[in-house]
Each structure stands twice: as structure tokens, then as C-alpha cells.
């Protein structure tokens, strides 16, 4: 074994939110099923719908014409979470450092628990892996190696329902199994390395696993920035990236979304729409203590066309009222009175958190202060006492008179199940 005697697992779903459907309903298990009705794009696909040719993107309404035979279904995204709950806590049956990496995925340390455990580590997960098919009905495929990034590349080695260990044996034969592994793995594959990376790393001859992990340390530091001197680290069977077993509590951006029928062009109802949108992200930005450098809007169109426009502003803000005057103000941007409309939604970019925000003068004291800050600042202190409220005696208690209209047709339907309805999902997807 490997001098580190790390063993990390990494699992990872197959096919996870389709499976979960078919969990749901065994009667589609082997069918051609696709998720993404609610949102007018192939949003998952069962491995039976990929043999098609079909890919995630694809406009469900061409999904319909080109291939009638298969199924398609509505996001449930209360379910999926749930089952990536139920899915998780089956490993921890065996382990305590379990990190939650995606919704679908997750490391585990089992180093030390083939004695306790009185098993093997192969054992171990072959266990993990079994439970989780028996119990759930979930097929899942699991790594084993001395580092996260060994791991994450032997759980896509084999998929569906597939089980590779790299590196976890006899020192002798170990190092030249990694060797193996990534010889075949293209550079572009491994985790942590973009596209932009990887047409440079390929200037330099670099064109599979195994040439970046030969490179030596000197040509890592000199030529790469530290992310990927860590990278080179864990693929050449160094343990340096450690787990984090806890949950995660920030994003990369936040977006809601909501479809509603039948369509229209009611410029009142889609402006109370967006409203609706940025008071919900902007509640769960000030959950996580982050602010949006950048706003982007959609209006989608009943033939499924997608009219967005992004801004940027001024000053990082998580209050509404800001978000919402800009909108109004860049919505002829995305609405056209002669078309119909299904859809609306609202992303935050470029979240930043309080200690990280720099702009004139200090967003939170000292210096000379812009107007948007000063307005930004009073909106703060009146939030605050709002999310306390709210925390106290529920959601939507109190909110903008641009929302009524918006949420009251929500009362009036009744919400369904969407992926931005869900906060938790929200950390992964």
C-alpha cells in the first residue's frame, strides 16, 4: 500500500435523478426517460435515452419529434434530495468523515476502518454499494485510492454500477496501476482541470493524466499556479486535499425560476414575477451572508426561445428593492408585447461574501459612501428585522407590493415541486 495509507472513496450516483424516478416507479426501469418537462430542456437522461444520442440541453420540444418513444417527466427535485439524503447517511453507517460533494456524489475517509469493522476496504464499499441498491434502489458507482483525485478518477472508470480501486495493494504493484489508470484518462478529465487549462497544459505536451503527474515538482511550481501543484500531488498518490465533512454554505450563484400557465404577455404579472424571484434569492443570499455583483433575467417564450439580459451593479447588494427598480428598468430588454411567455427567472452572480466586499469608500463603514451604498445599507438594517420576523412566524409574512400579484397566484395553484424552491438542492446543482 501506498506509504500515505489514505483510503478515500469517492461514489458517485448513475444516471441519479432519472434513477430516482425509476426508484419511484420500477415500470421504467430499461426505458428511454428524460427529466426537465417543467423546465423545456433535457435537464437528465436515463443511460437507455444517451444509447439514443440524446444529450442534456436538448429543447424537449425537438426531444418530442425526433424521438417520440421516450419518456418524459417533470423534475422532482423534493425527491431527489431525499434520496441523496437517505443515500448519504448509508455511508455514514461506516464512516465519519463523509463530504458531500454534490447531490450525487460524495468522498469518504475509511482509513483505519478495516479493523474496527472487520472487513476489507474493497468490503467495505462493495457493502456501501449493495445497501444503497437494496435499500434505495439506486445504482451508484464507487473509487477507492490513496487521494480524492485517484478516487474521483477510478469511480468514473466504470459506470453504470461499477467498482475500481487505484493504488490500494501491494507497493509493488500499486504505482504502476496508477500509471495505468492514467495513461488512459485525457488531461481535460480529471477534476480540478478546465478547458482553459487544458489547451494550455496540451501546448506544453501534456496530454493524458500520466504526462502531468511525470512532470516533475520543479515544472509543477514554475509553470502552474497552486491549485494544480495539489493536483499533481494527489494523482501521483499524496494525500493533500483533506475532506470537509461539513455541509457546504455558500454558492456559486443563486437562480429561481418558476414556469406558469397558460403563457402571456402581461407586462404587470412577469414584472411581479422577476419580483418574486429576487426577493426569494435575495432571502437565501442573506442566509449565507453573500451579496450579487451581477444580475442576469430570462423571459422564456412558449417555442421554448430564451430572451436574458445581464447587468452588473454598482455596489454587491442581497436587498430586493435595488435588484428590482434595475430590473424594471432593463425589462424591455427581454419582454416583446407580441410574444407569450411560460417562464421567468432570476439568477445572482458573482456572490461575494461581507469581508470580501471592497468598494467605495467600504460597503459596511468609514470613507465616502455612494448613494447606492448609503441606500443599500438603510435596505440592510430593514431586512434584517424582516428575516427575524420571518424566522419567527414563517416565509412571506412581509414583502414588496411588486411580489402581491406573484404570490398570489402561487397561493391560488399551489406550489409545485421546482428545483429553486429548494435551498438544500440549490448547494449542488
Known sequence: MLSTQKIIMHMDGDAFFVACEVAKNPKLKGLPVVTGEERGIVSALSYEAKALGITRGLPIFQLKKQFPQVIILPGDYASYAHYSEMMFNIVRRYADDVEEYSI??????????DRPLKMSYREIAERIQKEITEELGLSISIGLAPTKVLAKVASKWQKPNGFTMIGIGEKSSADDLIEFFLSKTPIGKIWGIGPQTTIYLKKKGINNAQDFAGKSHEWIRANLSKPYEAIWFELNGKSVMPLDPNPKTSFDSIQKTRSFHPANNDSVFLLSQFSKHVEDACAKARHFDLYASGISIFLKTRSFEY????????????????ITDLI???????????VLYRTAGV??????????VSIQGDLFGGGLKSESTKKGEKYEI???????????????????GSTHKARM???????????DDLDRNLLFL
Do not use: W
Not at 430593514?382 to 414588496?400: A, T
Open 104 to 113: 450525487d456524489e460524495c468522498f469518504a475517509d475509511l482509513t483505519g476502518l
Open 328 to 338: 424594471q428598468k432593463y425589462f424591455h430588454k427581454v419582454f416583446h408585447k407580441q
Open 307 to 322: 430572451h436574458t439580459f445581464k447587468f452588473m451593479l454598482d455596489t454587491p447588494t442581497n436587498s430586493p428593492e435595488i
Open 347 to 356: 439568477t445572482l452572480h458573482e456572490l461575494v461574501s461581507r469581508e470580501s
Open 382 to 400: 430593514i431586512h434584517k428585522q424582516i428575516d427575524m420576523l420571518e424566522e419567527k412566524f414563517g416565509k412571506h409574512m412581509v414583502y414588496l
Open 409 to 419: 397566484r402561487d397561493r391560488n395553484e399551489g406550489k409545485g415541486s421546482e428545483a
